[in-house]
């Protein structure tokens, strides 16, 4: 049913790298977004947009998380070679998480963008965006040293 891969990896996790490219697209999108939508002038008695971004980014991993955990475990009941040991199906969760999680911030971003609800000005955005990008690294790099070691013990 699943193909052998050509070079298992006893610890998908001990390349930075390859965590990077895992963890850095979502981390950066949602990152960009709730500092964004933190610095949007709002009217009054309305609630901020970082507001509902925040509860969205929240709600997202969430339900990710559960959903990634019922499709891993399904994924496991029928041999999945990459989910045969515990650090592969951590690892198996955790880009399901991000796949999701990236491709709903993207969406998210794109939406805020185009219905006006972002204002881009050249002042915010470049900030931003080398903040968002120094916390995706940061939250890979805390990624790859906790989770990178800890299949090294099993």
């Not at 930075?16 to 709002?42: D, E, G, I, N, W």
């Not at 991993?61 to 650090?87: D, E, F, K, M």
Request: charged residues 10%.
């Amino acid at each position: 049913m699943f193909r052998e891969p050509e070079d298992p990896e006893v610890n998908p996790f001990r390349n930075y790298r390859h965590t990077v490219s895992v963890v850095a697209l979502p981390a950066f999108v949602c990152t960009l977004l709730l500092m964004l939508a933190s610095v949007q002038p709002t009217a009054e008695g309305i609630v901020p947009l970082w507001v509902w971004c925040l509860v969205g980014v929240m709600l997202v991993l969430g339900v990710s998380w559960g959903v990634g955990r019922l499709a891993v475990r399904y994924q496991t009941r029928h041999g999945n070679p990459h989910c045969a040991t515990h650090i592969g199906r951590t690892y198996m969760q955790l880009v399901f998480v991000c796949t999701l999680s990236g491709l709903l911030g993207v969406g998210a971003l794109v939406y805020c963008v185009l219905s006006g609800r972002l204002w881009l000005h050249v002042s915010l955005l470049l900030p931003s965006m080398l903040a968002a990008v120094t916390v995706a690294l940061i939250l890979a790099g805390v990624v790859w040293q906790l989770w990178g070691r800890r299949g090294d013990a099993e």
